[in-house]
């Protein structure tokens, strides 16, 4: 018996010191994951896109797991625009502009139908409201003259999401404030490891938005306080072909995603979207409290991935 409890011993000294040998193996096979390529797209928006960029990009690429490649759509460069889109595995819209070349909207439809990725921050929602499959791929959208015609309004009631298509304007918001963001699926891959609840620094909040709604999921919403008085969709994910879309309505100007909440959350949709699966760590309550908005430079981010 004593000779069965040594060896019971030894094997689990043998075991212990094998993972201790191996923890560092499997971290450098995790750091050396192949960099995501990221295609931004910006150069028109009502908001302040020539500082929101940036942001994003040192957001994304100071973990290491992205390279972002960024291309300037301007009003005098969009009748040229005919970018090769299946060299990324996501693309990530800061545009909200002119309307494409219908070669270049077909091009992308495509590339979305056939597991091209795609994700919408905060006014690039606001794009393209007469392209069908464009408003499809993003679920719901506001202003630009969407109304009930594009579809329901979607919000939080009474323990359950309710599609609405009473009639009225699509997208408002009300002043600027810090508000609460309630993660309503925390099975998902970009939620599953983030608190439950947490704050995003002052920044307007997107109300009453509307569209398709189709094969749409809610992951997250926030109390519009002083707009609708409901809670609002601020995290979803679509499926569009066999392409994944994140949309976010956080992000609207150049400090508000500086916000710890705006950074966590890109990052892991990014990294959804292209793959379909989140490897980054969970983020603590203590990175993103429930108590307090927290800021962050982004290129105080940690280091994740070597994407060399």
């Known amino acids: 018996m004593n000779s069965i409890r040594r060896n019971a011993t030894a094997c689990r000294l043998i075991l212990v010191c094998m993972i201790f040998k191996l923890a560092p193996l499997i971290g450098e096979t995790l750091k050396k994951l192949s960099p995501i390529k990221v295609m931004l797209i910006d150069?028109?928006?009502?908001?302040?896109?020539?500082?929101?960029?940036?942001?994003?990009?040192?957001?994304?690429?100071?973990?290491?797991?992205?390279?972002?490649?960024r291309?300037?759509?301007?009003?005098?460069?969009?009748?040229?625009?005919?970018?090769?889109?299946?060299?990324?595995?996501v693309i990530l819209s800061n545009y909200n502009g002119l309307s494409w070349p219908t070669e270049t909207k077909k091009s992308f439809v495509k590339y979305i139908q056939n597991g091209g990725n795609l994700v919408v921050i905060h006014a690039a929602d606001n794009s393209f409201p007469d392209w069908k499959e464009f408003n499809e791929m993003i679920g719901l959208g506001g202003w630009a003259g969407r109304n009930e015609k594009d579809g329901p309004y979607v919000y939080w009631e009474d323990g359950k999401f309710v599609r609405d298509s009473s009639q009225g304007v699509g997208g408002s918001h009300g002043k600027s404030w810090t508000y609460e963001v309630v993660i309503r699926d925390q099975d998902h891959p970009i939620t599953r490891g983030l608190p439950k609840r947490f704050l995003q620094v002052k920044e307007e909040l997107y109300d009453r938005l509307r569209g398709p709604a189709k094969n749409m999921s809610i992951i997250a919403t926030a109390f519009a306080e002083g707009g609708s008085e409901r809670h609002e969709p601020v995290l979803m994910t679509l499926k569009y072909g066999k392409g994944r879309i994140f949309h976010s309505v956080m992000g609207h100007d150049h400090k508000s995603m500086q916000g710890v909440a705006f950074q966590e959350t890109l990052i892991r949709g990014t990294e959804w979207a292209a793959t379909g699966d989140v490897t980054f760590p969970k983020v603590s309550s203590t990175t993103l409290p429930a108590n307090r908005a927290a800021y962050r430079n982004p290129l105080d981010i940690e280091t994740i991935y070597d994407s060399e």
């Open 43 to 69: 150069g028109q928006n009502n908001h302040d896109w020539k500082s929101c960029s940036p942001v994003m990009m040192d957001t994304l690429e100071v973990t290491g797991r992205f390279v972002v490649q």
């Open 71 to 89: 291309i300037t759509v301007t009003k005098d460069a969009v009748s040229e625009f005919s970018p090769d889109f299946n060299k990324y595995d």
